[in-house]
């Protein structure tokens, strides 16, 4: 029983890593820029395709992921680019670059909807890793996992601590301070936006190579995801001052997934993870809601 409790929360977190960076990528728009981007939906599996079509072509892993990353920061400046530049409501802009990722991301995979990758060599999978002593293989890609998190977390923290990133917090508390400090609103947006999708689509090549292959769908429910996690870690995590906001969101991120596994342990069905998702985010939306209720009561 207890080995069985075990093997559920290690996989539990596995899930909850593997997604905490894409949680990041959400709490910057979804917190910081107060930006509605469904365009994750799309740089999440564009981040899967790209590193499932290097990988079978022989690229390392390594420079897969840092492709992926670069490739989400260009589809969050299209985002960016077409609110900002074109006019186009913040809402309609990702759901347009989210439609159009789809059939990229198609085009990426030469048509196909799913490619493996399981027999080739990937950042959970290699030779190095073989090398290694066998009781340390199994918790090899939960060190790698905690690795790519930490520093993702670390290099958005030092981001934040920089004029840019508190030009960034600007927009989206107060849009009138950073038009009298002469700064571009629409431009501090756009390289947000980028920061962000480039964040999901890590997440995505980090998916790709954790599963072993790319599904199209695999992006489906993304922002829900994400908005689940930061609103989960928000909330638990808030009373505890030392505690950063991002390092909340990344626990947000795993507690969303214990929660999920205990649903499924509890006899739910795997095809029951977007009703279990969906049912989750509700009860977090209320109790959030109601705890800001009671606040304005008290105040």
């Known amino acids: 029983m207890l080995e069985t409790v ?3 929360l290690k996989g539990a977190l596995e899930e909850g890593l593997v997604y905490a960076t894409m ?12 930006f509605p981007d469904l365009s994750v939906d799309g740089t999440f599996p564009l981040g899967a395709a790209i590193t499932a079509m290097l990988i079978t072509k022989g690229v390392s892993p390594i420079l897969s992921l840092l492709i992926s990353f670069a490739a989400g920061a260009l589809a969050g400046m299209l985002t960016g680019i077409i609110h900002v530049k074109f006019k186009v409501r913040d809402l309609l802009a990702g759901i347009i670059v989210m439609t159009a990722l789809y059939s990229i991301n198609l085009r990426i995979t030469g048509g196909k909807a799913n490619v493996p990758i399981f027999t080739k060599e990937t950042i959970f999978n290699n030779a190095f890793f073989g ?3 066998k009781a340390v293989q199994p918790y090899l890609g939960l060190a790698v996992l905690f690795f790519i998190v930490l520093l993702m977390k670390f290099l958005l923290d030092r981001y934040l601590k920089t004029k840019s990133g508190y030009l960034l917090r600007a927009v989206g508390d107060n849009e009138t301070v950073v038009t009298s400090l002469a700064k571009d609103k629409g431009t501090i947006k756009i390289i947000g936006l980028a920061i962000a999708n480039a964040f999901v689509a890590l997440s995505g090549s980090v998916y790709a190579q954790k599963s072993g292959f790319f599904d199209i769908y695999s992006g489906t429910g993304t922002m829900v995801m994400g908005l689940a996690s930061v609103i989960i870690g928000i909330n638990l995590f808030k009373k505890v001052s ?5 390092s909340a969101v990344v626990l947000g991120s795993i507690v969303y997934k214990i929660c999920v596994a205990i649903a499924i342990s509890l006899g739910l069905e795997t095809s029951d993870l977007k009703l279990i998702t969906a049912v989750l985010f509700f009860i977090i939306l209320v109790v959030s809601n109601d705890r800001k209720r009671r606040a304005k009561g008290n105040a």
């Open 6 to 8: 075990l093997t559920i």
């Open 23 to 34: 949680a990041l990528g959400v709490y910057i728009t979804y917190k910081i820029l107060d």
């Open 131 to 133: 090398k290694m002593p």
């Open 242 to 246: 030392f505690m950063k906001a991002t």
